[in-house]
Nanobody
């Protein structure tokens, strides 16, 4: 059974930093894109950043220069380093992996980890 397990969320003051981790099990995602989404109360889930199997990255404009995504394929883990956190970064953060399974695109999701930024 495939599982994505996030960790590292918590309460932090504005301007502070957090590092999220997402450990995958059940299959290797070394050849698949992985990323982070977030969902604030009353808002839709949005893509924050993702990283391809070749290391290419995408960041939504609001986090560019502050967040860094990385992956360790040997550990089947993706990370999100968040610096200079702002109130508007408060949300539940979800790990995502996209894989081609038997010809179908499958999205895998973690259970989410809460990030709360206080000013």
């Amino acid at each position: 059974q495939v599982q994505l397990v996030e960790s590292g969320g918590g309460l932090v003051q504005a301007g502070g930093s957090l590092r999220l981790s997402c450990a995958a099990s059940g299959r290797s995602f070394s050849s698949d894109p992985m990323g982070w989404y977030r969902q604030a109360p009353g808002k839709q889930r949005e893509l924050v950043t993702n990283i391809g199997s070749d290391g290419s990255t995408y960041y939504t404009d609001s986090v560019k220069g502050r967040f860094t995504i990385s992956r360790d394929n040997a550990k089947n883990t993706v990370y999100l380093q968040m610096n200079s956190l702002k109130d508007e970064d408060t949300a539940a953060y979800y790990c995502n992996a996209v894989a081609l399974v038997s010809g179908r695109v499958i999205n895998y999701w973690g259970q989410g980890t809460q990030v709360t930024v206080s000013s």
